[in-house]
């Protein structure tokens, strides 16, 4: 970059020198004919033209800074368990000292509250843990973001009370995924003769509180078992109390995984495969099942257990596979973003930019890294994700606190076995889900597919689900999300390790984008430490926070740009 201004410079200086005098002609021809003049212009003095942008950037960041600031403070309701129950049973607890009941110690509870309330890192410090996993980032969330809105100018409805006949759902729900955690995808279909498909299907579709896809006749059905939703806000209830469920478009479309997980990833010369190392199948790679164990977890002792992996990479075809994708470091929207920015003979989609991008009326200028292009994108996406975490950290830590699944599982082994009475709702406890869990485990304790469980910090929202979110509405802002994928494929179900055409409906790449988005949240799902809803909220709140940022970006552009435009997770329209 240094060469390359110095180059400009001296460009400019050669231009500014005045032009030499015509040759003469010579005695041995005639005289070189000079070239025409050009015509003078006026420019602007260097200096004027350098501070310009200068004065540009700054009334750009005052304006936006106050038109930020004056964006309103929503509510931000909970779902009043932390008030409800002395020890706090409904709240997430972990990583603090428990009692054998798993009831957390009460001082180490008001050390940590003392630390939420006052902000102060000296107080976290001060936080009485009960084993050597450190608090997930509360810090993190108190960040000033130079761009976009404030953490605290973003809104979810509240997570479902610990009680609440949809918290035993998503319940039931997560013990049925834990069931089903090996069997293949391809066998939730129509016709299939799994008898374990069947009866989840069958269960959830009995459940008032399941929020979960269902038919046009209220069944939910194995074709769309376990797909994913995203839970608004109802705006016709003004306290934001009240949460309203919507499939995106494209979730119930085509395969359960998205294309942008099943294909390979193009990176110039080489070739990412969308292969994975899978957990192996069966109950040794189930954990958290042993009541000691569980609440050693509970207190952030480390864990005991290990991972066992097949010895032979595939696609993603199970919700154990799914899990592990999502359990951490998959190429997720960076690999998408590579896919729909490459073109067909790069080994990518060839997908066409969003119909708002300036560069499709331009004719003497292209894009490329400082803006519209692939590599501005690409450097949108983590942007984005950062952000989003912050105000998804922050209702987790500073509104929420909502325990995991596996500290409801602990609530529901104590209720049964008779050590403690909880307020878990009657439908977990008669669950089909339950029964054969307890069958098969010996205990009433959820399964995590991952030894060390969740992470130490709030259920509600899930983080993973967000970043994904936020993710796919960078790209759809910035891609045409209407365009149908050419040559689309599922798994082999002969072989895993092997793509096939793929025969239906046709997918597009926005249908495509909310799937990815909502498989890295049902992954986790699917490992037992998020609850559908911590999933689903996360989507609308991350594409507030994209739509805020990009937002301030729109106005710095220099090409002529009428704004963004997509469509949200619920199906509406949106432009910026």
Do not use: C
Request: no cysteine; net charge neutral; proline share 8%.
């Amino acid at each position: 970059m240094v060469g390359a201004a110095a180059g400009a410079a001296s460009a400019y200086a050669v231009a500014r020198e005045p032009r030499a005098a015509a040759p003469e002609a010579s005695a041995t021809g005639p005289a070189s004919v000079a070239p025409p003049a050009l015509a003078e212009t006026k420019t602007a003095e260097p200096a004027t033209l350098y501070k310009d942008l200068v004065l540009r950037s700054e009334k750009l960041r005052v304006e936006r800074a106050h038109a930020n600031a004056a964006a309103p403070v929503p509510a931000h309701p909970n779902n009043g368990d932390e008030a409800l129950y002395p020890t706090k049973l409904g709240s997430d607890t972990r990583g603090l000292p428990h009692n054998d009941r798993g009831e957390v110690d009460g001082a180490a509870w008001l050390s940590l509250q003392r630390a939420l309330d006052s902000q102060d890192p000296a107080d976290f410090e001060r936080v009485a843990l009960g084993g050597t996993r450190k608090l997930q980032q509360p810090l993190g969330t108190l960040a000033v973001s130079l761009s976009g809105l404030s953490a605290s100018q973003f809104a979810i409805p509240p997570a479902p009370a610990v009680a609440s006949a949809e918290r035993a759902a998503e319940a039931v729900e997560s013990y049925w995924k834990a069931l089903l955690r090996d069997v293949p995808f391809h066998e939730y279909r129509s016709d299939t003769k799994n008898e374990l498909v069947l009866a989840a299907s069958a269960e959830l579709s009995k459940l008032a509180g399941y929020t979960g896809p269902r038919d046009a006749s209220g069944k939910v059905t194995p074709e769309v078992l376990f797909r994913g939703t995203a839970r608004y806000i109802d705006a016709a209830d003004k306290t934001g109390r009240t949460a309203r469920s919507v499939v995106p478009p494209g979730v119930d479309v085509g395969p359960h995984i998205s294309q942008f997980i099943l294909r390979d990833i193009p990176y110039g010369a080489q070739t990412i495969p969308g292969l994975i190392k899978a957990q192996a199948p069966g109950s040794t790679n189930d954990f958290l099942l042993n009541y000691e164990e569980w609440l050693a977890n509970q207190d952030g002792k480390p864990h005991k257990g290990k991972l066992t992996f097949s010895s032979t990479p595939r696609r993603v075809v199970s919700g154990r596979d799914l899990a592990e994708y999502a359990h951490g470091g998959s190429p997720g929207f960076w690999g998408a973003s590579q896919l729909v920015g490459t073109a067909v003979a790069g080994g990518g989609l060839g997908v066409p930019f969003n119909q708002t991008n300036p560069y499709l009326k331009l004719h003497t200028t292209n894009h490329g890294v400082a803006s519209f292009g692939l590599a501005h994108i690409q450097l949108s996406i983590p942007l984005a994700a950062s952000r989003e975490i912050r105000a998804n950290y922050w209702q987790k830590w500073f509104v929420q606190r909502t325990l995991r699944p596996e500290a409801y599982g602990g609530l529901v082994h104590l209720h049964l076995s008779k050590r403690v009475s909880h307020p878990v709702h009657e439908d977990i406890l008669r669950s089909d889900a339950l029964a054969r869990s307890f069958k098969l485990h010996g205990s009433y304790l959820l399964p995590s597919a991952y030894p060390e469980g969740a992470p130490n910090h709030s259920s509600y929202p899930g983080g993973a689900s967000a970043s994904a979110a936020v993710s796919a509405t960078i790209l759809k802002a910035f891609y045409d999300e209407t365009f149908v994928i050419p040559d689309p494929v599922e798994p082999d179900p002969k072989d895993p390790s092997r793509l096939i055409p793929y025969q239906g409906p046709p997918l597009t790449i926005g249908g495509e984008l909310n799937k990815l988005a909502t498989n890295v949240g049902q992954g986790r799902n699917w490992a037992g430490i998020h609850f559908r809803s911590d999933a689903a909220a996360s989507l609308p709140h991350s594409e507030d926070v994209a739509i805020a940022l990009l937002r301030d970006e729109r106005d710095s552009f220099r090409e002529p740009f009428d704004g963004f435009e997509f469509t949200r997770f619920d199906g509406t329209k949106v432009r910026i």
